[in-house]
């Protein structure tokens, strides 16, 4: 069964600060790898997938995956206040359901 | 954007007796699915469901759970009978296809006495 962990556990950072969240799983089979934003109290809301190695870029989000060091990363640039959140990783394969990381709680300090 | 509802969005019971959530996926998603995220804690996966078949269980999803979505209507998450160790917000998700972003109700908080 896929093993999803998050690092680091928390961050604080200065507004405009770029932002690195990482997320490592177990099987080299993963089939796509979803980040994800959730506010205190809310549903967790998607933000960017990719599916193939290498880097996708969507407005100030951008996330590498490296399957052969089973490692995926996002990156927040000019990061905001309103990006403090958590950010869960979340991994799944052909045969079974999504399972995502403990999280990263993020902060962005005005 | 597409929403996905759950009713209630608390629910305090007893230990022992029987409780069902409600989840109201997006309308045209075939996946459905149902996480347990205990205060502060990790999101756990306990069950996914397909073409009217639980597809995907982890061991979490206990003897007492069961899933079912009559005739299109509700996704429902019953538990029965209850233990304080269920006390927790569960998440309805659905998705349009396998591997395709999930969509997250606001959660049902349970808080078993």
């Known amino acids: 069964q896929e093993k999803v962990q998050q690092s680091p556990e928390s961050l604080i950072v200065p507004e405009g600060a770029m932002v690195s969240l990482n997320c490592s799983f177990s099987?080299?089979?993963?089939?796509s790898i979803w980040w994800y934003q959730q506010h205190p109290g809310k549903g967790p809301k998607a933000l960017i997938?990719?599916?193939?190695?290498g880097n996708k870029k969507e407005g100030r989000l951008t996330v590498y995956l490296n399957r052969a060091s089973l490692h995926v990363s996002l990156h927040i640039k000019d990061s905001q206040p309103s990006d403090s959140a958590v950010y869960l990783c979340?991994?799944?394969?052909?045969?079974?359901?999504?399972?995502f990381g403990a999280g990263t709680k993020l902060s962005v300090k005005p | 954007g597409p929403k996905v509802l759950q009713i209630p969005s608390h629910q305090i019971i007893d230990m022992g007796q029987m409780v069902t959530l409600n989840c109201d996926p997006v309308?045209?998603?075939?996946?459905f699915y149902w996480y347990k995220q205990i205060l502060g804690q990790q999101m756990e996966f306990l069950v996914n469901?397909?073409?009217?078949?639980?597809?995907?269980k982890s061991k979490l999803f206990k003897d007492q759970f069961s899933v079912e979505r009559p005739d299109g209507s509700y996704f429902t998450l019953k538990i029965q009978p209850t233990a304080l160790e269920d006390s927790a917000v569960y998440f309805c998700?659905?998705?349009?296809?396998?591997?395709?972003?999930?969509?997250f109700g606001p959660g049902t908080r349970l808080t078993v006495l």
């Open positions: 998700a659905s998705s349009p296809g396998h591997s395709y972003e999930q969509y």
């Open positions: 099987d080299s089979a993963s089939q």
């Open positions: 997938s990719i599916f193939s190695n």
């Open positions: 979340a991994v799944s394969d052909n045969n079974n359901a999504p399972r």
């Open positions: 309308s045209n998603h075939l996946y």
């Open positions: 469901f397909y073409n009217g078949k639980v597809m995907e």
